[in-house]
């Protein structure tokens, strides 16, 4: 059975720092790549990161300097640091998975809620 499972959101005062989790169970982690992505209310689901099977990352223009994706395959986890965080950062964020190969599975996580407030 395939699970993304995320953790780590809450909420969190501007300026400050979370970091998400994605544990990844039910296929080969390594041979996919993962993304993070993120869906405020009343607006499209977007893309936030993204890291291949060998650790080379992308990031939304916006996001490049404040946010960190990583992965470890050992623990067939992939992570998002986020930092200075603000108001518009509130969101869920969700953890998606995509094969390189043929049938090119994909898969999304539930989603961790992410509330950045004072």
């Known amino acids: 059975q395939v699970q993304l499972v995320e953790s780590g959101g809450g909420l969190v005062q501007p300026g400050g720092s979370l970091r998400l989790s994605c544990v990844a169970s039910?296929?080969?982690?390594?041979?996919?790549?993962m993304r993070w992505y993120r869906q405020a209310p009343g607006k499209e689901r977007e893309l936030v990161a993204h890291?291949?099977?060998?650790?080379?990352?992308n990031y939304a223009d916006s996001r490049k300097s404040r946010f960190t994706i990583s992965r470890d395959n050992a623990k067939n986890t992939v992570y998002l640091q986020m930092n200075s965080l603000n108001a518009e950062d509130t969101a869920v964020y969700y953890c998606y998975a995509r094969a390189y190969n043929y049938p090119w599975n994909e898969y999304w996580g539930q989603g961790t809620q992410v509330t950045v407030s004072s």
């Open positions: 890291i291949s099977s060998n650790g080379s990352t």
């Open positions: 039910g296929f080969t982690f390594s041979s996919y790549a």
